[in-house]
């Protein structure tokens, strides 16, 4: 596990590099063809990034933030569109930050729901529940498995996104956008989908 943290360092300070590249030069060049085409480096070290993870955790993590939100921000960027093409010019911290994180970048006041610690420590207590219930998965019917897992996927990424919240706010004062709208609320599947369920993905998709 050492080994694989060391990795995940190691994977992010590149990452971290890339978009000072993007930053310092990329910036530079006219937004279209030519700023694109300065960009496919970072579109594929973005990809293979996360291929030296092994760690499910880690690895789906590092995929959402760097292939999936990072390549999408950056592609916007290429045409002079999206959160990193800002007027006046982002500083470095919230070009970095920005890019590589779901976070809010037009607003005043923060109106996001703040999770109370007693439903923070709820959430953590089930996901160790789940976790420790995968070690009995023999016994347990393939359905259920599938329901657990679905539920572990909420609860993780609910729980990162919280943890990452608290330091992005007091240093950057801004807010991560909502991954969630309390799905297990939906009253039908597009309801689930399109409103409830995935929210960063629908958010950064419909531009690009």
Same mark, same amino acid.
């Given at each position: 596990m050492e =080994?694989?943290? #060391?990795t995940f360092i190691k994977v992010w300070f590149t990452a971290v590099a890339a978009l000072m590249y993007c930053y310092y030069i990329a910036t530079r060049l006219p937004g279209g063809a030519t700023r *694109? *085409?300065?960009l496919l480096p970072v579109f594929y070290l973005? !990809? =293979?990034l996360p291929l030296h993870l @092994? @760690? &499910?955790? *880690?690895?789906? &993590?590092t995929i959402f933030y760097l292939v999936w939100l990072g390549n999408f921000k950056l592609l916007l960027f290429s045409?002079? #569109?999206g959160p990193l093409s800002s007027t006046p010019p982002l500083s470095l911290l919230h070009f970095i930050s920005i890019a590589l994180l779901p976070i809010k970048t037009k607003q005043s006041v923060s109106n996001s729901k703040v999770n109370k610690p007693v439903v923070f420590a709820l959430k953590v207590a089930l996901l160790a529940i789940i976790v420790r219930i995968y070690a009995y998965r023999e016994y347990i019917? %393939?359905?259920i498995i599938l329901a657990l897992y679905c539920c572990h996927v909420y609860l993780g990424v609910e729980l990162v996104l919280a943890i990452t919240a608290v330091p992005v706010r007091a240093i950057l004062g &801004?807010? *991560?956008? %909502?991954q969630f709208n309390e799905p297990y609320l939906a009253t039908s599947l597009q309801d689930f989908w399109g409103r409830r369920w995935n929210l960063? =993905? !629908? @958010?950064i998709l419909r531009p690009t």
């Open positions: =080994v694989e943290i #060391q *694109l *085409l300065s973005f !990809t =293979v @092994s @760690s &499910l955790h *880690l690895g789906a &993590l045409f002079e #569109q019917h %393939p359905y &801004l807010d *991560l956008e %909502p960063m =993905v !629908t @958010s």
